[in-house]
């Protein structure tokens, strides 16, 4: 569909295409309600061709519940899901700002650096909403194992207002989903995978930690931690070279923020935080005794 025919899914007015990934096609859309009330939003749909496919409909429906289901001021939130004569959608709120990836490309091209306020509060957020999605739980009060799989600089969201939310579960894994991964496919930016990933080895929540990790340290460095032609060769790379730490590339870095972000990216799970909320508490006193002052919204 061209971004400028005029089309309509459930109660939503199609505005403009927004991107396409594997199983859903990504738009800004409008809903019109009585007495001129219209709001924008940003709506998932599932593509056409993959309408009678049971296995994405199964995905994006998992996706689905699981984005309903997560509340927290650091994560997108879900509003709506619909089945329109068998055509699946998901309508979220509508963030206006830019990727974290897109801010970091803007500033690089004007030859500026994210200052340390505002990485710090970009990285403090962040690890607030991943805590809140690892933490949820079933309503029998059982852990859902919720991983994001895909925590990168792409899928954290930075409002004009200075908000940070992270978006796209889409590949996310949970205890209740019926994802199976075929064999030798893994899921995630080959970039941004914890050593375990890369390998297809079972995940937990610290698999996100080393995420976090990865955008800190480029954050942090002005560069990218692993660079390659291929994925496996980046895969590779993750796997078996050794991290630099955040101090020798970055020597003006706070030494105890640095070694946070080392202490993420350690190879062995074991030797990194174990929640969220801890890699957090650890970064906030860090930039405290460091004197740094996180950017506010404010600012």
């Not at 997108?76 to 619909?82: I, K, N």
């Not at 991943?130 to 079933?138: F, N, P, T, V």
């Not at 972000?261 to 006193?285: F, G, I, N």
């Amino acid at each position: 569909m061209e971004p400028t025919t005029p089309r309509s899914v459930g109660p939503y007015r199609l505005v403009a295409s927004l991107g396409r990934g594997g199983q859903a096609d990504v738009f800004l859309a409008i809903r019109r309600g009585p007495s001129g009330f219209s709001k924008l939003i940003v709506l998932k749909s599932i593509r056409p061709d993959l309408e009678t496919d049971a296995r994405s409909r199964e995905a994006l429906i998992f996706e689905a519940r699981l984005a309903a289901r997560l509340h927290h001021p650091n994560i997108v939130q879900t509003l709506e899901v619909g089945d329109e004569a068998g055509h699946l959608y998901m309508a979220m709120e509508f963030l206006d700002g830019q990727p974290l990836s897109r801010v970091v490309r803007a500033a690089a091209k004007e030859q500026r650096e994210p200052g340390l306020p505002f990485v710090g509060a970009v990285l403090c957020e962040m690890l607030a909403g991943l805590h809140s999605a690892h933490e949820l739980r079933d309503y029998d009060g059982k852990s859902l194992e919720v991983i994001h799989r895909d925590v990168s600089p792409q899928n954290v969201f930075v409002t004009y207002e200075g908000e940070v939310k992270l978006v796209d579960f889409g590949i996310a894994k949970a205890a209740t989903s019926t994802d199976v991964t075929d064999a030798g496919v893994v899921k995630g930016k080959p970039a941004y995978m914890a050593p375990e990933q890369a390998l297809g080895k079972p995940i937990d929540r610290r698999a996100d930690i080393y995420a976090v990790g990865i955008v800190a340290w480029e954050l942090l460095t002005g560069r990218r931690l692993f660079f390659a032609e291929t994925a496996a060769a980046l895969a590779l790379k993750l796997v078996s070279e050794e991290t630099p730490p955040v101090g020798s590339v970055a020597a003006r870095s706070p030494p105890l923020v640095a070694a946070v972000v080392d202490k993420a990216l350690a190879k062995d799970r074991d030797q990194r935080y174990a929640t969220a909320a801890e890699m957090r508490s650890a970064l906030e006193k860090a930039l405290e005794v460091s004197g740094v002052q996180k950017a506010s919204r404010e600012e």
